[in-house]
């Protein structure tokens, strides 16, 4: 039972740090790669809701000053986070940034 409860309190202390850290903290390729890890992280353990996630990653995408921060590896935390999102039976369309031209018809 204690167990319980202090597995609660880590996850919420956790996801109030990660939520501390907002896009516009994002200044640099290992900022955004930092952000998406623990994104992902937080999904693959459940401490964030699919539609928070799929939020987060769009503000990201349409973000003109992180936008160009994405390089092959942050490309491919971005697909990993979409792919989860899909999974979660979240109906939405690939995008062409993450995904390449193939996703056009997706």
Known sequence: MNTKKTKTK????KVASTESQNASEIHNKEDLKNFLTSL???????SVAPM???SILNRLLIDAAV??????ECKELGRD???RLKAANM???NPVFLFGEEAAGA
């Open 67 to 72: 936008y160009p921060l994405f390089d092959l």
């Open 81 to 83: 986070i979409w792919l």
């Open 91 to 93: 109906q939405m369309r």
């Open 40 to 46: 992902r992280d937080r999904m693959v353990d459940s």
């Open 10 to 13: 880590e996850t919420k202390e």
């Open 52 to 54: 928070y996630a799929a």
